[in-house]
């Protein structure tokens, strides 16, 4: 409850001077373990950036307790980072992720997007993504689309030293 009150008092504080961060003070980090957690931390210690020297005032954790208060923020995925409030209580804050990635950092989601732009364009994907097959386990159909793979993997190990043209030929019915 008192850490509560702690942050609760921090953001009033930095609400009434948005935008005043004092240069003088540290930039504070929060750094989450996994996604090369350990190199972003090597990589700050090695710059020189956790010491102030001059104009630099340096890095310093941020109070695990109110992580919501940092400038730099590092995590393994996006889950529970709140984008409507970065950078809103007078922080310049950055984080290592984009609001709505999964749409293209996810093999199926990139290639269903791919897919979709190819056949808006008048244009088979197929010309420039090699072949792919998305399989969603939780849908009705998972027994054909798996059994479709294994007919296009035989079909493949069959042809592997024939020209990818003549193959692609041979896969154009499924």
Known sequence: MQARKEALAKYSNISKNRFKQDERD???YVIKPGNNSKLIMRVLEKSGRLEPKGYNPGWEAADDNMDSLY????????AGLKYDLISKHGLKQVVNHVKG???????????LNMKSYYES???NVFDIVPLTIVIDYLKDDV????????????????????????????????
Request: glycine share 2%; aromatic share 12%.
């Open 143 to 174: 027994g054909e689309k798996m059994e479709t793979f294994m007919h296009l993997h035989k079909l493949i190990e069959k042809n592997i030293n024939e020209d990818f043209e003549e193959i692609n030929k041979k896969m154009a019915h499924f």
């Open 101 to 111: 990635h999964y749409q293209i950092t996810t093999k199926d989601n990139l290639f």
């Open 26 to 28: 540290p930039l504070k």
């Open 121 to 123: 364009q008048k244009q």
């Open 71 to 78: 400038n730099f923020k590092w995590k393994p995925t996006s």
